[in-house]
């Protein structure tokens, strides 16, 4: 646990610093609403599934921050995010695109009624203060403590597994790695099974993320 808390205090300031740039700029929702013809055909489709690096559902976007948006966006365009698709996404995009795009998912789900936070498992809940994970995804992992940190609360759970995993830099990590210092010292503490079970329980809990379909997919 300590080690844990060494590796936040000591990089969340580089995460958080590398998301300036992209809070500078001023998103535009209405604007969004009209760029994003490239997210729908995966982000607007209910039950779609990638097949890269495994199968899995896309993540849902629409609900979550926009200032995580926003400096994932950014992530796959400088290439710490190494998603072939998403990257070639991303450099079409520019700063403006990328503000307005995260302005729009981030009003785009509505709003929701609370739902009631399951209780982990004892083993969960252990591996859940080993990872430290309320340190910088808040409150039932909905609630993050920087605006450049993502919802992982309702999740899908397949996509989460995908996501810690890439952070390990097992495998293809030319292609399909995440560089995020905090993730990558957080995730290695774990099994794959023991972020399968984290991700399962976060998945579990209603965090008002959303698909919602475009009306040309209705």
């Not at 896309?58 to 400096?71: E, K, L």
């Not at 794959?192 to 399962?200: I, S, V, Y």
Request: a positive charge.
């Amino acid at each position: 646990m300590t080690k844990t808390w060494t590796i936040l205090a000591g990089l969340s300031v580089a995460w958080a610093t590398g998301a300036l740039h992209a809070a500078e700029i001023q998103g535009d929702a209405g604007a969004g609403a009209q760029k994003n013809a490239q997210c729908i055909g995966c982000h607007g489709i209910p039950g779609y599934r990638a097949t890269f690096p495994q199968v899995h559902q896309v993540p849902m976007i629409s609900g979550q921050g926009a200032g995580y948006i926003a400096a994932a966006l950014h992530a796959y365009k400088k290439g710490e995010r190494k998603h072939p698709t998403m990257r070639g996404v991303a450099e079409s995009l520019s700063d403006q695109d990328i503000a307005d795009l995260a302005a729009y998912y981030q009003q785009s789900a509505g709003a929701a009624a609370p739902q009631p936070t399951p209780a982990p498992t004892p083993e969960v809940a252990a591996l859940l203060q080993k990872g430290g994970c309320v340190a910088c995804h808040g409150a039932n992992f909905a609630q993050p403590l920087d605006p450049s940190y993502p919802k992982l609360a309702g999740q899908h759970a397949d996509y989460l597994f995908v996501a810690l995993k890439a952070y390990k830099g097992e495998g293809r990590a030319s292609l399909i790695g995440r560089s995020n210092g905090i993730m990558a010292g957080v995730a290695q503490q774990f099994s794959n099974a023991e972020l399968q079970a984290l991700a399962g329980y976060m998945g579990a809990l209603d965090g008002g993320l959303r698909t919602v379909p475009e009306p040309r997919f209705r």
